[in-house]
Structures are given as C-alpha cells and as structure tokens.
C-alpha cells in the first residue's frame, strides 16, 4: 500500500499510467489514426490531422467519474489484494464513500471489468456438471429446483490439476440451455466429461468428443470431482464474502469475479493482478447504475 501511495500520489500520475495502457504504441486518434495531438486545458488530446478530441478515460469504466482516479486506484488495489474480495458494505466503511449505493455500484462495475472482452474459450479435457447457487430454500431438490439460481460450471484440466473455469448461469438444464452453454464457453473439439443427463446426450454433435464418466445423473450427488471442488469454493465464498446475499437479479458480475479471482489464484503478484483489472477496466465500456440495475 505504500508503495501504491507512492506511485500514485496524483492525478496526473494515475493518468499516465492509464495513458500507457490505452496507447501503449504512443498517442493514436480514434477517429483517424493520427499519432500525433496536443494536450488542451481541459485534459483533453486534441488530433492535430482532424481536430477529434479525445481523453485517456473516455469509453471506460472510469468514464464521467465525480470521484479521483486515486480513490480509484486504492479501491483496486484493496479488491484485488483481498484473497476472498470484499462487498460493498466494506468498501464503503474502509474508504468513507457517501453512501452504500455508491459502493455497490462502484463494486458492479470493477466485477464487469473482470471479464476480459474476447476471452479464449476453454480447451482441451474439460468437466462440466450443474450447480444450484442460493439461499436454503424449501421444495424440490436437484434439477428442477424452484428459487434458486442454476449454473453450468466448465472445469479445464491442466495436468491432471483444475486449470481454468467457466461459470454460467443457464435458465435450465435442457439440451438447448446446454449446449449453447456449452458452444459459448469451450473450444469446438474439446472433449467433454459429464454425468449421464439426457440434456447432454446432444453434445457429440455439435463438434465435441464427449465422454459419460459417470452414469448417475441427480444433482448435487457425486459431482465430477472438479467440479464439486470449484463449486464447494464458490459456495463457500459467497457465504464468506457475501454471507449469500446476493440479489437474484444480478448473480452474473459475483460468478464473473469468482472466476477472475479462481483463474488467478496462483499469481504470486498482487501488483499483476492489479495491473491486469485495471488493463480490462480500460477495455470496458461505461455503464450507468441504470444499466448495473437492469441486470445484466
């Protein structure tokens, strides 16, 4: 933390370092490509070919910010350094932010930072399995359990280890809610392990070698083993983190952070973690709390 201070001790600091990332080549007009411009009174890069003025936090999250950059480099910092993350009510107390909304919506809009725009689907040896996320609920148990949220969880292999994942929420177990699932998360020519559901029966024919390593096909009851691990942490993490309080209309940007945060978990930097939400934050468009309030 104090060598964040440090580092980022200003505003004209914190726009540097995000300057370098936006135009890591140099300076380039987005409207025509022109390298060279003029910085204007107002922060602004002016293009000296077609006069287009442009600014280092325009189309990001940090887009129309009331608030400094160096609040928001601390915040990072602080979500990113936190081993199991942070909830708003948190961040609001450690940061002295006006009012929780603020920091909710502050902690929504890092969360849609975690998704790398264009990340690589999964490859290679991958588990799959379903998992219900929620609070106890009475009824049903297993697939087709009413009030809760059901997920599709891709586990890659890496040597015989988890390597990476992918959490999705789905609106059912069909085949057509799985396999599009499926189709948006792995590489076609994977080869696909699952239980033996009659929603996967379809998946050799969409470009998939799939393998049934496990007939029985109930829900929550000798999971492939990747995935009751994964699954095991989430759970656990949105109890910790979040004590499961997770509003139903918004499960995708904490399933988003689990992932950030689980894909990364052998990073041994902090700082690179750091640096790697700040590169997404840039490549992320503004979003308004209206937007964050309709779900996603």
């Not at 002295?96 to 264009?118: I, Q």
């Not at 492939?224 to 209309?249: A, D, F, H, I, M």
């Not at 952070?257 to 990364?264: D, I, L, Q, S, V």
Request: charged share 25%.
């Amino acid at each position: 933390m104090l060598e964040l201070e440090e580092r980022f001790a200003t505003e004209s600091a914190c726009l540097e370092y995000l300057f370098n990332i936006k135009w890591a080549g140099g300076f380039s007009c987005p409207q025509c490509q022109e390298p060279k411009a003029w910085l204007t009174k107002r922060g602004l890069y002016h293009c000296s070919r077609c006069g287009f003025q442009s600014s280092v936090i325009r189309g990001t999250i940090f887009q129309d910010t009331k608030k400094p950059l160096r609040l928001w480099f601390r915040i990072i910092w602080h979500v990113t350094s936190r081993k199991y993350g942070t909830n708003a009510l948190g961040l609001q107390r450690v940061f002295g932010l006006g009012s929780y909304r603020t920091a909710w919506t502050w902690m929504h809009k890092l969360r849609r930072a975690m998704v790398r725009p264009g990340r690589d689907r999964l490859s290679g040896i991958v588990d799959i399995d379903e998992a219900y996320i929620g609070g106890e609920k009475s009824g049903k148990r297993g697939r087709g359990a009413a009030g809760k949220t059901l997920i599709l969880v891709a586990v890659e292999h890496k040597d015989n280890r988890m390597g990476r994942i992918r959490l999705k929420r789905i609106a059912n177990a069909s085949a057509q809610s799985l396999e599009t699932a499926i189709q948006e998360t792995i590489e076609p020519g994977s080869c696909i392990h699952t239980d033996g559901w009659r929603g996967y029966c379809g998946v050799s024919h969409i470009e998939y070698v799939h393998e049934v390593v496990r007939e029985g096909s109930e829900i929550g009851i000798n999971l492939l083993p990747k995935v009751n691990r994964v699954v095991s942490l989430l759970k656990r993490w949105w109890l910790g983190t979040y004590q499961g309080r997770v509003e139903p209309s918004h499960p995708d940007y904490y399933l988003d952070e689990f992932t950030f945060r689980f894909n990364r978990r052998t990073s041994g930097s902090r700082g690179k973690l750091f640096f790697r939400l700040i590169q997404q934050a840039m490549n992320t468009p503004p979003s308004s709390i209206k937007d964050i309030m309709g779900g996603s």
